[in-house]
């Protein structure tokens, strides 16, 4: 009854190929993440996240020059347009920050209307990012917004914003090397949103609106806050075990554990996990107790996967060190990732097909509709 | 180096099977568009759009009283918030409707946060849609908002609060029609983005936002205006032939033909066309001989490929026999279509399993970065 298709229908898209990239490779088999040809641990702490995000947009390094022209490019498209303030001053106050991000990098891109994305607009996109998180967040807190500093760095000046003065240079440094590990993965859900979305010849901020949306959801990064909820209740290392072993009685899921990737150790929670233990030591001796259980556990109910904690669990702790607050944790993966999510659009529209994948009809068969007036 | 798949690349997932659906088929062998087991020609002009919409929703019609309610609350939920309304307003005039589509939804939007989608969300959202178009429209005009009217069907009150007066009755019957012909289509891009985010458990107004970004694409729904501007540019019957060959030197694509799934008339161009004869006759003469040319120029360049006109050929010409501006008709596209979207979100958080596909990594193999100071 359905079209001609190439193979039974697999949910989740699990093993198919979504797309050929350049960008990264996740190699779970050998836990490494590869963005251009780097290795994840070669970039994360000696590289600046422009520098990250021009590998990703261009693929190479830039020179010297090429990353003082993008912190120019970027320092110059910190500030939203009149729309977009409007915009956000109108939104309530308790609107979740995700949705204020949807909602105002959506309106600051009206004025490229379907220009074809470039790495001139990806800029300009990322440089927003901060600027809408920060100015709501102020917002939330009652104080004045806080005009960004172009002589900062990505990483200092969303700091910078958000507490109305310049963090320390192992704070900066921390988050710069969050963003740089998070900024691309593969062919996740909101990666392949915005392929889905360039796909169609849309333009750049159409893709990254949907993509933020697909970020959002919990099996996606709408988690990270999660984790920190369940370490809190939890509480102390002691009571892991037998606040695990309850909550698994109650079928509670552990926030942070599994991906379908990685058969190892994720590269990126290794990195951030001894960021915990360097930076944020209650928050360690605590989610290391809870990890060891975890798996421990997982382990007893299904010793045949493979499990591992994601990088959500390890991210709680380096965001919560920075000072962050939970509701921005998700958000601040988007400020990561939109490097990654615009170097899959230029990708995608350099090498476009429509993605217009089949579906097979499982409704009922065709018979005539009953007129209304005999429905009863 | 990458991971295991379970098959080689398919450039834009053509023939791979993204879903199982019981909402619609496309039945592209046999030019059948199926709705929930009722085949489109049943339904298009006996239908209203909301007993189709409640048909996608809820996989059966409506009795009477089922219809009353689903018009109640539709009715009740055509007020945009404050937050939508002022960020409409801030919106430059000439802001691309389907911008102001994307961000008016993802701001009506947020005070859902993370619900689970359900049909009510459904509802209030496909209220807004025309709306927001409308109250746009007129702001363009430079002309008060008109409230909209509850003791009118959905179609009917678009056009009354574009128009500010009611339409007639044959008016808006044929943007019923239109309204039920386009409500679904199977597994197209933007019904694709939208399952995508829903599958990472995010919300409707975040599934419904990245759609209408899809949906933009001149690939998907962004090309029926593009339809109407060349035939302008043709303008009359007996110009067609020495244009359209003329165009073809010059590698000017002709709009509105070729859609990967029909191999037989697209039957929603078949009942849009008759719609043409009867309501645009300017635009039906032009129309039919472009159609008529258009194929035999496509045959003689590709005679193995199955030509036809695609479903926004003629429903250009019906969009402008109701009355609607050119720059109107995709967002009018996104009116119906925001019924199927929901469809698809409220059956693929019913039935979820991440859709996260795989990537094949083409990028160089793992290096040692050179460091800043040594790139030059």
């Known amino acids: 009854m359905s079209t001609s298709t190439n193979s039974a229908y697999v949910p989740g898209l699990e093993g198919i190929i979504g797309a050929q990239t350049a960008i990264s490779m996740v190699d779970g088999a050998n836990g490494r993440l590869v963005y251009q040809g780097y290795v994840i641990a070669d970039l994360a702490q000696q590289m600046s996240f422009e520098e990250v995000a021009y590998l990703l947009w261009k693929g190479q390094l830039p020179t010297k020059a090429q990353l003082d022209g993008l912190a120019l490019e970027l320092a110059a498209s910190r500030t939203l347009t009149q729309a977009a303030t409007i915009a956000l001053d109108a939104l309530p106050a308790d609107t979740d920050p995700m949705d204020v991000l949807r909602s105002v990098v959506s309106i600051q891109g009206v004025e490229h209307r379907l220009s074809q994305p470039t790495v001139p607009l990806a800029i300009h996109a990322a440089a927003s990012f901060p600027t809408i998180l920060a100015m709501f967040y102020r917002r939330q807190l009652g104080l004045e917004p806080v005009t960004p500093r172009r002589d900062l760095g990505h990483a200092a000046n969303y700091l910078y914003m958000m507490n109305g003065k310049e963090a320390g240079p192992e704070v900066v440094r921390a988050l710069n090397t969050y963003l740089v590990l998070l900024a691309d993965h593969g062919m996740n859900a909101s990666t392949f949103t915005a392929r889905v979305i360039a796909s169609t010849e849309s333009d750049l901020t159409s893709c990254l609106v949907g993509a933020i949306g697909a970020l959002k959801g919990p099996a996606h990064g709408g988690a990270p806050s999660a984790v920190i909820e369940q370490l809190e209740r939890i509480g102390t290392a002691e009571n892991a075990e037998p606040w695990m072993r309850d909550a698994r009685k109650q079928k509670i899921k552990f926030m942070g554990f599994g991906h379908r990737v990685y058969r190892v150790y994720d590269p990126r929670a290794k990195i951030l996990k001894e960021m915990c233990r360097q930076m944020n030591p209650r928050f360690y001796e605590l989610a290391t107790r809870v990890e060891e259980v975890a798996l421990k556990i997982l382990h007893e109910e299904h010793p045949e996967r493979p499990q591992s904690v994601n990088v959500e669990f390890y991210s709680a702790g380096v965001l919560q060190a920075i000072g962050l607050p939970k509701e921005f944790f998700t958000p601040t ?22 993605i217009r994948p089949q579906s097979e009809y499982i409704g009922p068969e065709p018979r005539k509709p009953v007129p209304l007036a005999e429905r009863g």
């Open 333 to 354: 993966f988007a400020v990561s990732r939109v490097a990654g999510w615009s170097a899959h659009v230029l990708e995608q529209a350099a090498h476009n097909r429509i």
